[in-house]
């Protein structure tokens, strides 16, 4: 059997024309110079998208797509393709249905009383909802996340010293080097190992992830993922490519009101850490090219650029995460100086942190994400 299909392989944004190729069990991608597969029938998943192309997921492939005019589907393909779903492919690849009567009878009335997700919707979403929804955005980060022994240990220390009673259920490293951190729905944190290269010391680092763990007990991405992109989250998932949904997530904003709460957190957590929150109010000094004297400090010529404003990109970690001078002066006052702080994790540690990305040879590399 055999059909031309269209195919996104969730690697690049090429859109290769392919032809497919199967038999009863399972099929195969033929194009000019290559070919992948083969692929069983029961791993695809329809789609629900509009348009009049049918177009079909593949599990645990987060990007991966192919498509064909659903007028030009031969019979016997058609026999062997899965049936669209009523809700999209993505409650289909976590099992969400589960969850579905009770959102979908919130979302009945949201609709009734005309709003797209009212703030107390986010609260009464399901725990076990929402941390599916944060498994399966893990799944598009599909491989990126670093390990080493030495610089797992490390992450490990760091983690149980800033969130000792375990809130957040995972935090990792992914091999992205954008300066950010982010918290999934589902108390999962990401921090991207262009932050661990831009932090000067591990403290700043325990400060960016109290901030998120601020998020994560806050239940602000849920918030923030419903009040941005609406119900459709919940009823028809994230259908988009993996590095669109992390787009989607790193461009959530989630007000001020909930960034003064989780800098609060990070503060309180740093304390009980006994770490010092000086150099975090630091960072969020040098990631901001607007505050004042930041240029003088460092020695730098008015109008000269400096490294974090040449590699400011939009998706860095204050573009969601506005900074000020208030903030900066929130976790400066916070420190106490007849306190002996100890640093969050030891210059070896910190070492091992930091290369833990360059260093494993398992890790997808950066290029292949098509962020
Ligand atoms: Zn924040």
């Known amino acids: 059997m055999e059909a031309e299909v269209w195919h996104y392989d969730g690697r690049n944004a090429n859109r290769w024309g392919a032809r ?38 593949l599990k645990e492939a987060p990007g991966w797509r192919i498509g064909l005019p659903q007028d030009a589907i031969p019979d016997g393909l058609a026999a062997l393709l899965p049936r669209k779903v009523r809700y999209g492919g993505f409650i289909d690849r976590i099992g969400l249905w589960k969850a579905s009567a009770v959102l979908a009878s919130i979302a009945a009335l949201a609709v009734f009383v005309g709003v797209s997700a009212p703030g107390w ?36 220390a760091l983690t149980t010293r800033i969130d000792p009673d375990a809130n957040a259920r995972s935090i990792e490293v992914a091999n992205i080097p954008m300066v950010n951190a982010v918290a999934l729905p589902g108390r999962r944190i990401v921090i991207f190992d262009g932050l661990l290269q831009q932090a000067k010391s591990p403290d700043e680092v325990a400060g960016v992830l109290g901030h998120e763990l601020g998020h994560v007990e806050h239940r602000d991405t849920m918030a923030a993922l419903l009040r941005q992109l609406g119900l459709s989250v919940i009823l028809g998932g994230m259908n988009g490519t993996a590095g669109s949904n992390i787009n989607a997530l790193l461009s959530l904003s989630y007000g001020r009101e909930a960034e003064h709460e989780a800098d609060l957190t990070a503060i309180a957590k740093m304390r009980a ?27 730098r010529n008015k109008g000269e650029r400096s490294d974090l404003e040449d590699e400011a990109q939009a998706l860095n970690w204050l573009a969601s995460h506005p900074s000020s001078a208030s903030r900066y002066a929130l976790f400066a006052d916070a420190h106490d100086t007849r306190r002996t702080y100890a640093p969050a994790l030891q210059p070896s540690e910190w070492r091992a942190l930091r290369t833990m990305c360059a260093s494993d040879k398992k890790v997808k590399p950066v290029g292949a994400f098509g962020l």
Do not use: H
Not at 30 to 53: M, R, T
Not at 132 to 155: E, H, I, K
């Open 121 to 156: 919707i986010a609260p009464v979403v399901p725990q076990s909802f929402e941390d599916n929804l944060g498994d399966a955005m893990v799944g598009d980060f599909g491989g990126r996340f670093c390990a080493t022994p030495q610089g797992s240990a490390a992450l490990k």
């Open 273 to 299: 850490a006994n770490i010092s929150p000086l150099p975090t109010a630091d960072f969020f000094r040098r990631m901001e090219p607007a505050l004042p004297g930041k240029g003088a400090k460092r020695g």
């Open 20 to 57: 497919l190729a199967g038999d009863a069990t399972s099929f195969r991608l033929i194009g000019g110079s290559w070919e992948s597969g083969p692929y069983a029938w029961a791993d695809l998943a329809a789609l629900d998208l509009p348009g009049a192309d049918a177009v079909f997921g």
